[in-house]
């Protein structure tokens, strides 16, 4: 049997390279495809259009402004409100008149007489009643969270 060319032993080393490289690339695409499949965006996140508030404290008077976005339907809305990370022992119902822990009459939409949509410019108050714990004391941080039908919309923060 006559041995193999110096040309013919060079040919297969070139060919199992390119054959390796063939499958890494298709066994790459494969896993690729796999792992974008996978991480698609849960419905809530794909409806959500972002909403821009803001948040100011003056006193024991927490108000939030609506500053870009869409409206929010606030019999829709959740508002959690904490004073240096414990939360207030009363929340406020919105929207809502008189309401335990607060004082009466929130302005904007988070009173009960409002249209019930809050809009770009509109702001929203409430003021907190003595019989609310923690209390707003100076440099204490209020951070308020806020939901819509159980989904985020934002967390805010602000010193007193």
Do not use: K, Y
């Not at 972002?50 to 500053?67: F, I, M, Y």
């Not at 939409?109 to 809050?118: I, M, Q, R, T, Y």
Request: hydrophobic share 45%; with cysteine; net charge neutral.
């Amino acid at each position: 049997m006559p041995s193999p060319s110096a040309t013919e032993r060079a040919v297969s080393p070139v060919v199992g390279v390119a054959l390796v490289l063939v499958v890494t690339v298709c066994l790459a695409a494969v896993v690729g495809a796999g792992v974008l499949a996978t991480t698609t965006q849960l419905p809530e996140e794909r409806s959500a259009t972002p909403v821009a508030l803001s948040l100011s404290v003056s006193g024991d008077r927490l108000t939030l402004a609506h500053r870009g976005g869409r409206a929010l339907d606030v019999s829709e809305l959740g508002v959690t409100v904490a004073v240096d990370g414990t939360e207030l022992r009363h929340q406020p119902p919105v929207p809502f008149f008189s309401a335990r822990g607060f004082r009466a009459g929130p302005t904007g939409p988070f009173n009960v007489a409002s249209d019930g949509s809050w809009s770009v410019g509109e702001t929203a108050s409430v003021e907190l009643a003595s019989t609310n714990s923690p209390q707003l004391t100076s440099g204490a941080t209020v951070t308020v969270r806020i939901v819509a039908d159980g989904r985020p919309v934002a967390r805010l923060s602000a010193t007193v």
